[in-house]
């Protein structure tokens, strides 16, 4: 499975956007990058997820690089309620059952100030 | 529509008992997938069943470690002869196909081996 390279922890303030990085350099033509969070004793909740072109919907953004080696996560406003442990996850499209799993690595804490 | 229900929520158990964790996925989902995380660490993937086929198990510890997803009922994890190292959350998730569907959590089961 690809790997991804996030930040251990970021800070945000209430009601300001947050871009949470994810490096990916060695996603293949075929990886879908998805975000998953897990917000404190819960389990992990679906984000967004997009392949080459950039993505919205209700929770969040999904930039994505031209050379899809990086994507940025992009909360507009942030709330207490998404502090949270942020997941970049690639996972191949090719057809196979490695494409089911999900494989979560150490992911970025998010903290969010009042 | 019900999200996807685990129980126990917390289970206790001495060494060398048997522990059964149950899911129960969301409505219309055929797609089950085990993960758990130890104290301190990690998401990991453990297995992946469809009703009544196991489709990649490719995280089970090889010893000990059993999954089911029969025609009817819930999705059963077992364990037995449980070791302290066994002590973490179980989370199970659903999906309505393979690939890359949107996978749904539930609130995972804490296992203590006393």
């Known amino acids: 499975d690809a790997k991804t390279t996030q930040p251990n922890s970021m800070e945000s303030n209430e009601e300001e956007p947050v871009h949470l990085p994810c490096n990916h350099s060695t996603i293949s033509g075929t990886d879908y990058i998805h975000w998953y969070r897990q917000l404190p004793s819960q389990g992990p909740e679906y984000v967004i997820h997009?392949?080459?072109s950039n993505v919205n919907n209700r929770m969040a953004s999904l930039a994505i690089a031209e050379d899809r080696k990086s994507s940025t996560l992009i909360l507009h406003r942030a709330t207490l309620r998404d502090a949270a442990v942020y997941y970049c996850?690639?996972?191949?499209?090719?057809?196979?059952?490695?494409?089911?799993?999900?494989?979560f690595g150490e992911g970025t804490q998010l903290t969010v100030n009042p | 529509n019900a999200g996807v229900m685990q129980n126990p929520r917390h289970l206790v158990r001495r060494r060398g008992q048997e522990a059964r964790l149950r899911c129960s996925p969301m409505k219309g989902h055929s797609h089950v997938y085990w993960y758990r995380q130890l104290p301190e660490e990690g998401l990991k993937f453990m297995v992946y069943?469809?009703?009544?086929?196991?489709?990649?198990e490719s995280g089970m510890p090889k010893e000990r470690f059993s999954a089911e997803f029969p025609k009817e009922g819930p999705s059963i994890l077992r364990i037995q002869q449980v070791v302290r190292g066994d002590s973490a959350a179980y989370f199970c998730?659903?999906?309505?196909?393979?690939?890359?569907?949107?996978?749904?959590f539930g609130p995972g089961t804490r296992l203590l081996v006393l």
């Open positions: 069943l469809q009703k009544e086929n196991i489709i990649d």
């Open positions: 998730a659903s999906s309505t196909q393979r690939g890359q569907e949107t996978q749904y």
């Open positions: 996850i690639l996972r191949d499209g090719a057809g196979g059952t490695s494409g089911s799993r999900l494989t």
């Open positions: 997009g392949l080459t």
